[in-house]
Every structure is written in structure tokens, then in C-alpha cells.
């Protein structure tokens, strides 16, 4: 898999998004040749909660990307949950395996920052281009490039169609997973899928240390009203400004008829006046989004085409998180096509590749298993409002929910709640 005399990169990473940006980094500082496309140009705009948990944090340190305060980053302690008229806090844990505190910043801002990591890593970034489907070998039937034009700001075409070619191409397209869908790769319809909507708001609460998420949403007051079917979220950006959002997660892929901008404008008019959450706070429109969770587009690779983030369905269906996992995919993507590329024979570079699907299942799959099984218990209203009025006042249950939920825990060792969860990724069949 050495670069050949008609090859443009050793691998071609199509988005510049986290799992994108993270690839080209990996890949790029193990001394290949990476081509980045991005359609956009930065700074641009992605639908986010803009929240990341200790795990992605994590994936940060490991990619020597810098967090600190000074660079626009804010820190949180902990998840604060809202439910049954009561508030609790749940500090982000002490571990082995991630820092003890998360991290807010606009997508606007972080992906720009990762994909600028990309480049001064050695990968060469296009931004503007547009990828507009795989080059496939005839002979072979494997993916050989990929064919691109240039657009403006617009996204209206701006020259002609050329080809790239290169022996490996990392997908990271987004939910549109076009790459993906062009080779036949359609999504499971029997996998989990969120909706999300979300805009920013001058707020007081923009330094909150806590990161927030409202259980229960409700049309009125609670409990003299009707109870919203979605969750919300208040995440402190630390610059004046907070992301508050809007999620609902269904078990299968099937279309809601569900209005999710008339839920988050009902909501809204019923939050507390001294947030400041009103129409001449709010900065931009609600956008919405899609969650493909839990896996939800398989093979992960085949044929020499890699699927990462949000392109592969790597959503947590507990908590709709996609960044800390496409930055996982990427480091794990890159690693695969490193390794591959020490292999001397066709059949062994593509034996390399295909341990990539593997180590994700391996990875993931488990706590991806796990959440397809909460998210159909928590569909049903009376069993959630069960679980927020019960469980959580329960210290045990309190440590256990924030645990799983944001997929912080020891995988190996750790406390008893440490160990029930990975206990029991390790015996459900994998996602």
C-alpha cells in the first residue's frame, strides 16, 4: 500500500470534521501522505451540543491539541440533572483513564482547531472541496480515490471534476454518510436514532461550571402541565454565550412527525426569567440535526473504504455524545492504516484493514449494546419519570447513572460500579 506512481496520497480523508481531522493527525504524524477534503471552509458551523465529556477531553490530550483557557476552551466539573422538580450534581469521576473535568467550545471554533491540528501534523488540507463520490478499480472493486470539485462559499460549483487517487479512503462525511451510501452501505433501520435542535443565547449562565441536562421538559409548570418527549441541555460556553438544545432519541431509524423547534420555542417560554432565554437574546436560528447511534451503517470498512464518526452510526444512544467516539474512530482508523502499510503483500494489507471493524466492535460495542437496551426503556414516559423520581436521589444509582451515561468509567478495575459496567459491555453481544 505504498504510494504508487499514479497514487496523490498514501490515504484521502473526506470531512474535516473530529473523527476526519483526527485520522489526517494520526496518519499524517506516522509519515503518510494524507489528503484532507473538507466541503466548507472554516470557521463552520456544525449542529452540537458543543459539550465534551472527560472521554473526549481525553482524546484531546492524546491528539497534543491544547485546552487551556487562554486558547477559548471553558472546563466543567460535572453533569447537573434536573428532574421531578429537583436538581443534582454529579462531579465528573476520578480516573485512571480520563481527566476529572470536561470541556465546552463551539463547533465553530473546535473544528476549525482540530482540522488547522491536521495540517500543522503534515496533512494537506482542501477546504472548499467537494467530494462527489469513490473511484472504484473495475478489475478489483476496491475504492482507489475519490472525484472532487471545487465550490464557493455557496457551495455552487467553482471548477471542473478531478480525481484522487489513493489505496485507502477514510470516510468522514457526517450523517449524510454519502460515501458510504454511493458503495450500497445503508443504515440499520433497527438501530437507535436522535434528533437534535439547538441555538445559542447571551445568557448569565454562561460561566456555569456545571454541565446541565433537563430530564423532564415540560409545555407549563411541572407537573400541571404536559410532559415534552425529548431532554434538554444548557451547556456554559464561558464567553457570554450558552448552547441550549433540544434531544429526543427513538430505538429504531423510523421518522418522527414530531415538531422539534414547536417543542423547544414551548420550552423556552417557561424557563425562568433571570436566564435570559428570550428572542432578543438569541443569537442565530434553532438548527436541527440527526444522531445515527450505536453503530447504526456497517461494514465499518470494506474495500478500502473506512467509516468514522457520525458516517458509521458512533452516537452514544445514552447521552447523544459524537465527539469523543469520532475522535477514537479516527486515532483507531489511523493506527489500522499505519499498521497496513507495513504489510509487503496485498492480502496482508488487506487482512490489516479489515481488523479496523474489530477493534471498534471490540471498543464500543458493548456499551453501544447497553444503550440500545436503555434507550427502549426510556421511551416509554411512565418508566423514565419512574427512573428520574426514584433512582436518582439514590447515592449508588446517582454514580451509576453519570458513569454510564457519559461512558466514564475504569475498564479495568476501579470501583463496584466500575466494574458492573464493564462487566457488563463484556457479556452483551456486541452493537
Known amino acids: 500500500m505504498r504510494l504508487q506512481g499514479n497514487d496523490d496520497a498514501d490515504v484521502i480523508v473526506v470531512g474535516a470534521g473530529p473523527a476526519g481531522s483526527a485520522a489526517a493527525h494520526y496518519c499524517a504524524a506516522a509519515g503518510l501522505d494524507v489528503i484532507l477534503m473538507e466541503k466548507s471552509s472554516f470557521p463552520r458551523d456544525k449542529i452540537c451540543g458543543d459539550g465534551l465529556t472527560p472521554r473526549a477531553v481525553g482524546e484531546l490530550v492524546r491528539m497534543g491539541v491544547p485546552t487551556r ?11 447537573r440533572a434536573v428532574a421531578g422538580g429537583r436538581s443534582f450534581e454529579f462531579p465528573w469521576p476520578e480516573l485512571r483513564a480520563y481527566p476529572s473535568y470536561g470541556l465546552a467550545r463551539s463547533r465553530m471554533n473546535l473544528d476549525q482547531t482540530l482540522a488547522e491540528h491536521a495540517r500543522a501534523s503534515g496533512a494537506k488540507l482542501m477546504e472548499r472541496t467537494n467530494v462527489t463520490g469513490p473511484v472504484v478499480d473495475e478489475r478489483t472493486g476496491r475504492v482507489v480515490g475519490v472525484t472532487a470539485r ?3 462559499s455557496n457551495g455552487r460549483r467553482a471548477g471542473e471534476e ?4 489513493a489505496p485507502v479512503v477514510i470516510a468522514a462525511d ?17 438501530r437507535p436514532m436522535g434528533v437534535a435542535v439547538r441555538t445559542y443565547f447571551t445568557s448569565p449562565r454562561h460561566d456555569d461550571p456545571w454541565m446541565e ?6 409545555d407549563g409548570k411541572p407537573g400541571e402541565s404536559n410532559l415534552l418527549p425529548g431532554y434538554g441541555w444548557i451547556f456554559a460556553l464561558g464567553d457570554g454565550t450558552v448552547n441550549v438544545g433540544l434531544g429526543s ?12 423547534k414547536a417543542l423547544f420555542a414551548r420550552w423556552m417560554e417557561n424557563t425562568p426569567e433571570e436566564w435570559g432565554f428570550t428572542p432578543e437574546n438569541q443569537i442565530g436560528p434553532v438548527r436541527g440535526a440527526a444522531l445515527p447511534m450505536a453503530f447504526n451503517r456497517k461494514p465499518l470498512y470494506t474495500r478500502g473504504l473506512m467509516l468514522v464518526g457520525d458516517s458509521g452510526g458512533m452516537v452514544s444512544p445514552f ?6 467516539y469520532a475522535l477514537q474512530a479516527g486515532r483507531v482508523a489511523a ?12 492480502d496482508s494489507r488487506e487482512r490489516a484493514l479489515s481488523t479496523y471493524a474489530d477493534a471498534m466492535s471490540r471498543e464500543l460495542g458493548g456499551y453501544f449494546t447497553l444503550g440500545r437496551i436503555f434507550v427502549r426503556v426510556i421511551e416509554h414516559p411512565r418508566v423514565m419519570r419512574l427512573c428520574t423520581t426514584y433512582g436518582l436521589p439514590r447515592p449508588l444509582v446517582m454514580r451509576l447513572v453519570v458513569k454510564l451515561l457519559s461512558d466514564c468509567y475504569e475498564p479495568h478495575g476501579g470501583d463496584v460500579v466500575d466494574r458492573v459496567i464493564a462487566g457488563l459491555t463484556r457479556v452483551v453481544p456486541k452493537a
Open 150 to 152: 471545487p465550490v464557493d
Open 249 to 260: 432519541v427513538s430505538s429504531t431509524a423510523a421518522a418522527t412527525k414530531i415538531d422539534y
Open 213 to 218: 441536562s433537563q430530564l423532564e421538559l415540560w
Open 162 to 165: 478531478t480525481t484522487y487517487r
Open 69 to 79: 483557557e487562554e486558547d477559548g476552551w471553558i472546563r466543567n466539573i460535572g453533569l
Open 174 to 190: 457526517g450523517v449524510s454518510a454519502r460515501m458510504a451510501t454511493s458503495l450500497g452501505i445503508e443504515k440499520a433501520m433497527n
Open 335 to 346: 493506527d489500522v492504516v499505519s499498521q497496513a502499510t507495513a504489510r509487503t503483500t496485498d
Open 319 to 324: 447521552n447523544g455524545e459524537g465527539i469523543a
